[in-house]
């Protein structure tokens, strides 16, 4: 079969290997669609420290069972899957309090196991163990199961931040994750809702599939003037940071009405990991200010239940469909921003 492999920064090569064989517990898959995203870019650049080189990449994963492992029960040959990329024990103490986004000793698909831009994948024991093969509902495509990933950490995110009926929301990052914010806002009930974005092509390109309320270049005007305008110098409910910005992350707090919340939900690169957070402003205006990391196996279960019913669509949202062999071609696709969604289908 044909993979890609990460050796070093810069370096992805596309070989050949032998197929692999699900061992006890596991299931093999014939991947259908593993998109990519802006940490495909990332690994590419920099490497990760949770990655030992070689290794077969890519994490938001779709594809049909075609080999069942010894003591698999409850799956077979034919059955349309989506997997989960993180992978919690299951039974730490958070674990077991239900905070399997913070596992401390949580491995990821793609990093510490082969990944999904392969023809084959394995999938470990570890994900069934935790319930995190996932059938994909009945009209439902791969290429679209394959978003559930993203969509499950964005899931996780507006839990987190309390976006409900009637909030005024702020998405900051008019990227793939800035436009499942949009859109899932709305499915949570939001009156509105606004996108930000320092590039207007990018911004324009996305305000067209999900259509804010209001789509703001902050290259062009004051991006928390225009907020503070279009609500009337109140400010919105809740500020998603949608973009590796501690600018984002800054001017979203001046964006937060009274009683607000603010989620940093985009990490900020590990060279610049501070911001100046002007403490007084959140003890005043009692704001709530949240992190996000990633999804549980519950969230890609919802994710998926999202697209089925309608509630959150991604099939205009993913504009490139590329073969393994382009890989590379659709990496640089991501980090130019040219794209919403590239997903690769081997």
């Not at 994963?61 to 992978?87: C, F, L, M, S, T």
């Amino acid at each position: 079969m044909r993979v890609a492999r990460f050796y070093a920064p810069g370096d992805i090569r596309l070989e050949d290997a032998d197929e692999p064989a699900p061992g006890p517990g596991e299931v093999k898959i014939q991947v259908r669609n593993c998109s990519t995203c802006g940490t495909d870019v990332k690994i590419f650049n920099h490497g990760h420290h949770h990655l030992v080189p070689p290794r077969v990449i890519g994490h938001e994963i779709a594809g049909e069972i075609v080999e069942v492992g010894a003591n698999v029960a409850g799956w077979a040959v034919g059955d349309r899957v989506q997997v989960i990329a993180a992978v919690p024990c299951g039974t730490c103490a958070d674990c077991v309090r239900g905070r399997m986004t913070v596992c401390p000793n949580q491995t990821s698909v793609g990093y510490h196991y082969d990944g999904g831009f392969a023809e084959f994948l394995v999938v470990p024991k570890a994900v069934l163990a935790v319930d995190g093969l996932n059938r994909i509902p009945d009209g439902v495509s791969f290429a679209e199961a394959s978003v559930a990933e993203p969509l499950a950490c964005v899931v996780n995110g507006q839990e987190l931040a309390g976006v409900g009926q009637g909030d005024d929301v702020v998405v900051i990052g008019a990227g793939p994750i800035g436009c499942l914010h949009v859109r899932l806002a709305r499915a949570n009930g939001a009156r509105r809702v606004f996108l930000v974005e320092l590039n207007r092509a990018r911004l324009d390109m996305s305000a067209a599939v999900v259509q804010p309320d209001a789509a703001i270049c902050g290259a062009e005007v004051d991006a928390v003037d225009e907020v503070r305008k279009l609500t009337d110098g109140r400010g919105v409910d809740v500020v998603i940071t949608a973009a590796a910005s501690g600018a984002a992350q800054q001017d979203g707090l001046q964006m937060a009405a009274r009683s607000g919340r603010l989620s940093m939900f985009g990490g900020l690169p590990k060279d610049k990991p501070t911001i100046t957070l002007d403490s007084n402003l959140v003890h005043y205006r009692e704001l709530t200010v949240v992190g996000a990391n990633g999804s549980s196996p519950a969230h890609n279960k919802r994710a998926l239940q999202l697209i089925a019913s309608g509630q959150v669509p991604v099939h205009d949202l993913i504009t490139h469909r590329l073969p393994l062999s382009q890989l590379h071609d659709a990496i640089e696709l991501v980090a130019s921003g040219q794209a919403i969604k590239v997903t690769i289908e081997p």
